[in-house]
C-alpha cells in the first residue's frame, strides 16, 4: 500500500547551482514537480523530513507550497555519489484515481529445501497500479521450493487492482537451486613439464657428479 506523506514547501524562485547549493546549506532540498504537459511547479522542500519520507517506496506525497497542494510521486532522485546527500528531487503530480507504473522491489520469504538457494533473477518489477494503492515491495516465499523449481512473473501475487507491466508472464523472477562447487585446478603446460623434468634430471647428474670420486 502507498504511504501518503504531507511535506509543507515553498516556493522556489532561485535557479542554478549556486542556488542550490545554499539551500542545501540552509537544509533544503530543490524539487521539481511535473505535471504532464503544463508547465512545471519549482519548489524547496525540508532536507530532514524529505529524506525521511524517501525511504518508503513509492509513496504518496501531498505536497503544499504557496498556497497551492500537489499529489505527486517520486520521479528521480538525484543523490551526491560521495556523501548519498540528497541533492534533487523530480516527483509527478497525479490525480486521485489515477493509476501509474512504478519500480516495485522484488525480496525474497521462507526456507527452500536442502541446500538449494533462491535466486532473484529480476530485483525490480514494474507494476501498474491506483496512486492510492501503490505496492511497497513484492515478497516471494521459497518456502519448501527444492532444486529446479521456478517461480514465474504469472505466479505472483500483486494487491487488488494491481497489474504486472512485463512483456512475457512465463520470464522467471525467482530461480531455485543448488550451488555447483568447481574446484578450479592450474593448469601446466606441457613445455613447464618438460622444464621441471629437465631440472631433475639436471639436480640428479649433478648429485651423481658429485658424489662420484674426482682423479688426482
Known amino acids: 500500500m502507498a ?17 542550490a547549493r545554499r539551500m ?3 537544509q533544503q532540498i530543490p524539487a521539481t514537480i511535473y505535471a504532464g504537459g503544463a508547465e ?33 510521486v517520486v520521479k528521480d532522485v ?21 493509476k501509474v507504473v512504478v519500480d516495485v522491489p522484488v525480496f525474497i520469504t521462507g526456507e527452500t529445501k536442502g541446500a538449494a538457494v533462491a535466486f532473484i533473477d529480476m530485483q525490480n518489477l514494474q507494476v ?22 521456478k517461480v514465474l512473473a504469472k505466479d505472483l501475487k500483486l ?5 504486472l507491466v512485463i512483456d512475457d ?4 523472477v525467482v530461480t531455485v537451486e543448488v550451488p555447483k562447487e568447481e574446484s578450479v585446478e592450474t593448469p601446466v603446460s606441457a613445455e613447464a613439464e618438460e622444464g621441471e623434468a ?3 634430471g639436471d639436480t640428479a647428474e649433478d648429485s651423481a657428479e658429485e658424489a662420484a670420486p674426482k682423479a688426482e
Open 3 to 19: 504511504n501518503t506523506i504531507t511535506l509543507k514547501g515553498e516556493v522556489r524562485d532561485q535557479f542554478g547551482k549556486g542556488a
Open 24 to 26: 542545501r546549506v540552509a
Open 40 to 72: 512545471p511547479a519549482f519548489v524547496k522542500l525540508p532536507m530532514r523530513e524529505t529524506t525521511l519520507a524517501l525511504r518508503r517506496a513509492n509513496a504518496l506525497f501531498t505536497i503544499t507550497f504557496g498556497g497551492d497542494t500537489k499529489m505527486a
Open 78 to 98: 538525484q543523490r551526491n555519489p560521495v556523501k548519498r546527500q540528497v541533492e534533487h528531487i523530480d516527483f509527478y503530480e497525479v490525480r486521485a484515481g489515477e
Open 128 to 149: 501498474r497500479a491506483d496512486v492510492a494503492n501503490l505496492p511497497e515491495r513484492i515478497d516471494i516465499s521459497v518456502e519448501g521450493l527444492a532444486d529446479g523449481d
Open 159 to 163: 494487491p487488488e487492482g494491481a497489474e
Open 169 to 172: 508472464l512465463e520470464d522467471s
Open 198 to 200: 629437465a631440472a631433475d
